[in-house]
């Protein structure tokens, strides 16, 4: 296990060098001048070179790439263009919003589709599976900025359970501020839920016709005690990897709810930070949320190997 997980973590780094040269290099060829951008057009040459040379822009590409890394390893990002605030504060203050969203609306999907994707299984081809299938073919095809708009209509407009959009804040109480997640956290999972439900079904299928499930049948066990005693620990593996993706997902992915329901999160930052042509910010933002979705996938790994001790024998 030991030498699994060193492999594991060997390729995690290597994956952090390679995203750190594409996040900088692709964004820093994007066309303007952040300097030029916070001055206005009417700002003079002299002016521009001296807030050049403030922000460190005077300098080769390949420096500023070698400041910014050494920076963040050792915690610091960099101080915004625009708010000429600590980017590391910044991030701090916005991913108390992000995180908590991203991990209730990953434990809502889980909690929708696993019992879904198990009820489904166990009925396969009867009225029950045929429902849930069309329910969660609906809640793929449909996309998540609607169930936004649809959630605050019905909850926030016409029953005024939830405010329509803003949060709370943490010093407002755990429950003031989980419920300003509630609507934005329902609406990512729907769609996630939607999926990892037919991928729970499908593994548990395949996990079905296999010979150590029908020998468990023959001992005496019912087709339900079967399926949850030895089938589910079998059909974990592609549910995992589903499970790791959807995490990165909505972590990464949430800009467009963070903005239906102005949520002061991290994919909103970004949202701001590149109307604003404050690439510092950007780059740091998008390369923390790289080092997260890599981590959550190492953890994937490791997971992997916990459920079938088969892959660490490979390594």
């Given amino acids: 296990m030991l030498r699994y997980t060193l492999k594991r973590a060997l390729s995690l780094g290597l ?39 403030e922000l460190g822009l005077d300098v080769s590409k390949l420096e500023r790439y070698l400041v910014w890394v050494g920076g963040m390893l050792q915690g610091d990002f960099g101080t915004s263009y625009t708010y000429s605030t600590p980017v590391t504060e910044m991030i ?17 999907s889980t909690l929708i589709a696993f019992p879904a994707g198990i009820y489904a299984a166990s009925r396969r081809g009867k009225p029950g599976d045929m429902a849930v299938m069309g329910a969660t073919q609906l809640g793929i095809a449909v996309p998540n900025f609607w169930f936004a708009m649809m959630l605050v209509l019905i909850f926030a407009i016409n029953l005024r359970w939830f405010s329509a959009g803003g949060f709370a804040g943490w010093d407002k109480g755990a429950a003031a501020a989980m419920k300003s997640l509630t609507l934005p956290a329902i609406a990512l999972a ?13 593994a548990l299928l395949d996990v079905l016709g296999e010979d150590f499930m029908r020998t468990a049948r023959a001992k005496g066990l019912t087709r339900r005690q079967a399926l949850m005693r030895h089938g589910l620990r079998n ?28 949520l002061p999160g991290l994919g909103r930052l970004i949202f701001q930070s590149i109307s604003a042509r404050d690439l510092i910010v950007v780059e740091s933002v998008v390369m923390l949320l790289v080092f997260l979705v890599i981590l959550v996938t190492f953890l994937v790994d490791l997971a992997y190997a916990a459920v079938d001790p088969r892959l660490r024998s490979r390594t």
């Fill in 190 to 202: 729907l769609p996630q839920s939607a999926i990892l439900a037919r991928v729970m079904r499908s």
């Fill in 15 to 53: 994956s952090l060098v390679v995203a750190s040269l594409v996040i900088f290099f692709v964004i820093e060829v994007v066309p303007g001048d952040p300097a030029s951008f916070m001055l206005g057009l009417n700002a003079q040459p002299d002016t521009i070179a001296a807030l050049r040379s």
């Fill in 235 to 262: 059909a974990m593996i592609p549910v995992l990897t589903i499970i790791g993706m959807q995490f990165s997902f909505l972590l990464a992915g949430a800009i467009i709810i963070e903005q239906v329901f102005f």
């Fill in 92 to 108: 701090g203050d916005r991913i108390w919003v992000s995180l908590p969203l991203a991990l209730y609306a990953l434990t809502l």
